[in-house]
């Protein structure tokens, strides 16, 4: 295994799914399901048994609207509110309505949603305004029992398959070429749809600990997703909304207001003292848990102390157990126990994510991108705040979306001269005797983004990091070097993390306002609504850079009062009259 | 720019007397997400599984998967 080998295979599929987490399965369980005849392909880099954010399982549903407790109207407003308006809200508000029969769906799976004694689910209220969260406690089987479906609906899987590039033709997309991440193969995939699901760019900042795979999201979830739509000339959506989000300090995994918060669990500065009235994760509260690392009343700490020991165990019995269970080692070996220590807290790296924030592929209510028969859907696609149930309920639009898409066409043409110029591309770290191992390319690309593009943002910095950039950029080109097949899946990923750093700059230079909280806070600009509410759109301009323009919000599906517009502004506690969390 | 031989501790330990992948158990290897996991000869011909790469998100697939609880995931050093 991993030694390099020369190979080149191609397969024609009707549809081909890449990335097989969350999305990517229900993508390809639609699609099949909506036209049995149609030949469905997942692959994956990872093996899709355990891949992706949800690989061990899942604490809860951040986002369902379950009728009786949420409507579709209120939903959408409560994330175009907490997205600072920026929100083509079709897209939103479809999720909205169809989000509670995939709930049902993924109940026939076996996957069980907590329901109080009258049988109801038990949603709890974590949001600033409504009710969204419902706990899942049987958690760790998600994947299992999605894997389950796959298997059942004769779902095509290839695991160990990276995907690097897409192939494009007759102005569509054609397919895309993938490497084996063992040997160095490639599988050259020629579709007449392909649904993007890979995930969000998770490795593009540095966690404080320095440990290159110590990120909040699942590692292997590098940006190909997005480095493949750029180079593809998809267009993609307000890259400087960055995902920044408050985590355990050092473990980085989240604290995690979503499940301690209804039991009673908070957020607070070192005196104990509550701050944010609403836990929910915005930028508008991360701006003010940065305020209070930096204001002197820091570190920040998870506060569960107060809590009845009952309490405390059902805690701990979620959270030790389901999405991150390494978490209880960690408290242990660290001596912290929840019932006597508040546990600090930091701020994270910063990551692209619509998952968590709105930075994505551009993509309609349908999944679609701007290229015809290429979708994107889950954590890398531009619906705002859309977590695992959008990434789930997102991925069923396109797999229905495609499986009507690929009837009327056959495959498109494509220039073979594109797969053979991605083969010397990939392969040229082969070809060298020594240089510079792609960890080095990685830590220097990831340092200089932590040094120069986490916000506050400052352009000058931002202009250094451009130039640092093109010069580990030069490096790379000109002398990375890898020893095995394991060693060039690395380099193809510190390639995708350069590439995503550089999106990372040019999209933060490009909106020259503040907006989002801390995700955009540029320091030298003032939100300005008059000439920035709007979306951001970057594709690879002529001279094979970033080319940015503006695009107007669609006209919103669900009307916001001026007096609503600003709910999300103020979450400091004492600073505002709205509704407070609990 | 020849290479050097940095040492690295690694977080994921197989204890190699219940590691039946003698038997052909790859189970650990095949769900790494991360694919860091792999099996390799000891001096004494049996097989084992073992961490080869250091590069872990300590997610816990693969002792959650082992048939015979060989794996123990601890957090990598410099996070824990
Ligand atoms: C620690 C953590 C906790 C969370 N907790 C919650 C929660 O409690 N509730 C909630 O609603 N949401 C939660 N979320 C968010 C939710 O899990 C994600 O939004 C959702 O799972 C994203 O799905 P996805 O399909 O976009 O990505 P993923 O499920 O991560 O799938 C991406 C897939 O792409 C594959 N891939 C990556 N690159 C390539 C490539 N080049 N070629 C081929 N395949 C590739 C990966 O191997 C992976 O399988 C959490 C996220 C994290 C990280
Ligand atoms: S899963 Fe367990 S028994 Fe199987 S190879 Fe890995 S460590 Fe050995
Ligand atoms: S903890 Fe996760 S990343 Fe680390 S070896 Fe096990 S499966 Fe792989």
């Excluded at chain 1, 924030?357 to 979708?375: C, K, M, N, Q, W």
Aim: negative net charge; charged residues 25%.
């Amino acid at each position: 295994m991993d030694e390099i080998l020369d190979g080149l295979t191609q397969i024609d599929c009707d549809i081909l799914i890449i990335g097989g987490g969350t999305a990517g399965p229900m993508a390809a369980l639609k699609a099949k399901r909506k036209n049995p005849e149609a030949n469905v392909v997942l692959l994956d880099k990872a093996n899709v048994k355990r891949s992706g954010a949800i690989s061990m399982g899942m604490d809860g549903l951040n986002n369902s609207v379950i009728p009786g407790y949420a409507t579709p109207e209120q939903y959408t407003k409560e994330i175009t509110i907490a997205n600072d308006g920026i929100c083509d809200q079709a897209a939103v508000y479809r999720y909205a309505q169809e989000c509670y029969g995939i709930i049902q769906e993924l109940d026939s799976f076996g996957i069980r949603f907590q329901k109080d004694q009258n049988g109801e689910y038990d949603v709890k209220k974590v949001h600033h305004i409504g009710t969204y969260v419902l706990p899942m406690p049987n958690g760790d089987t998600v994947k299992k029992a999605l894997y389950r479906q796959l298997r059942k609906a004769r779902i095509n899987i290839i695991n160990r398959f990276m995907a690097t590039r897409l192939l494009t033709g007759e102005g569509r997309v054609a397919g895309a070429i993938c490497v084996n991440t063992r040997s160095a193969e490639f599988l050259v995939v020629r579709a007449k749809a392909v649904i993007m699901g890979l995930g969000a760019a998770g490795r593009l900042g540095l966690p404080t600990s320095g440990y290159l795979y110590g990120t909040y999201e699942n590692a292997s979830n590098s940006g190909e997703g997005y480095a493949m739509a750029y180079h593809a000339g998809a267009g993609l959506a307000n890259l400087e909304c960055y995902q920044i989000n408050p985590l355990i300090k050092d473990y980085n995994g989240p604290a995690c207001a979503y499940v301690a918060g209804p039991m009673g669990g908070y957020t607070a500065n070192a005196q104990g003292e509550r701050f944010i009235e609403c836990d929910y994760w915005s930028g508008q509260m991360m701006q003010e848990f940065y305020d209070e690392l930096q204001g002197g009343k820091g570190p920040v700490y998870l506060k569960l102390n107060h809590l009845a020991e009952e309490t405390v165990a059902e805690i701990e019995r979620v959270l030790h157990i389901v999405e991150r269970p390494t978490r209880g080692h960690f408290h242990e070996g660290r001596g912290t126990d929840y019932r006597k220590q508040m546990i600090e807290m930091h701020i994270s790296e910063i990551g692209f994510c619509s998952g968590h924030s709105a930075s994505g592929v551009f993509v309609d209510e349908h999944a679609r991108t701007t290229i015809p028969g290429l979708y994107a859907a889950g954590d890398m696609a531009n619906v705002p705040h859309n977590y695992m149930l959008g990434a789930f309920t997102n991925g069923a639009f396109a797999g229905m979306d495609a499986a009507v898409f690929i009837a009327d066409v056959d495959h498109a043409n494509f220039d073979m001269g594109e797969v053979d110029a991605e083969r010397t591309r990939v392969l040229a770290p082969t070809k060298r005797d020594d240089g510079i191992p792609p960890n080095q390319i990685e830590y220097k690309t990831r340092r200089l983004v932590n040094d120069y593009l986490q916000p506050p943002k400052v352009t000058a910095k931002m202009e250094l990091a451009q130039k640092r950039f093109e010069e580990v950029r030069d490096d790379m080109e000109s002398g990375m070097f890898v020893r095995d097949a394991h060693e060039l899946m690395r380099a193809l990923e510190a390639s995708t993390i350069l590439d995503c750093a550089e999106m990372a700059a040019a999209a933060s230079m490009y909106r020259t306002e503040s907006r989002w909280g801390l995700y955009h806070n540029r320091v030298e600009y003032e939100r300005d609504d008059e000439n920035w509410f709007c979306h951001t759109i970057l594709t690879k301009g002529e001279d094979g850079k970033p080319a940015h323009k503006k695009q107007d919000v669609k006209p919103y599906v669900v009307e916001i009062a001026e007096d609503e517009k600003d709910a999300y502004a103020n979450q400091r506690v004492g600073s505002s009259s709205s509704v407070a969390a609990e | 720019m020849p290479l050097a031989q940095t040492a690295t501790t690694v977080p994921v330990v197989v204890n190699d007397d219940l590691c039946i992948a003698d038997k052909g158990c790859t189970v650990c290897v095949d769900v790494c997400p991360l694919d860091v996991l792999r099996i390799v000869e000891k001096e004494d011909g049996k097989k084992t599984a073992y961490m080869k790469y250091d590069e872990c998100w300590y997610c816990m697939p693969c002792e959650a998967d082992c048939p015979t609880d060989a794996v123990t995931v601890n957090l990598p050093y410099l996070l824990k």
